[in-house]
């Protein structure tokens, strides 16, 4: 459990800074006269931003595990309340149903 938890506080910080170099970035953009720039600059800020919402979304699911954990729900499937192999855990430790459920 100790290993997961350290897995999610790690994964938590990473997409936070991720998703404060992207705000920071976006926010540094300057946009040039020319308009074949401003349409690269265009696509570049609509990548920043769907890698940003996945990056919430994400995180998001990382904030739902800790919770459980703290509620001593976690590892619980979320659908049929029964129990999340550790294999899927260890791989997905933000994974909110049992194979079979997320299936």
């Not at 720039?37 to 990382?62: C, G, P, T």
């Amino acid at each position: 459990m100790v290993d997961r938890l350290d897995k999610l506080l790690t994964l938590k910080e990473e997409l936070s800074a991720r998703i404060a170099k992207i705000n920071t970035e976006l926010h540094n953009r300057r946009t040039s006269g020319k308009f074949s720039e401003q349409v690269v600059d265009r696509q570049n800020d609509d990548v920043l931003l769907n890698l940003k919402s996945e990056a919430e979304q994400e995180l998001e699911q990382i904030n739902h595990a800790l919770t459980k954990i703290e509620n001593s729900v976690y590892g619980i499937c979320e659908k049929c309340h029964g129990k999340i192999s550790s294999e899927r855990l260890d791989a997905i430790p933000f994974a909110a149903n049992c194979r079979n459920c997320f299936e």
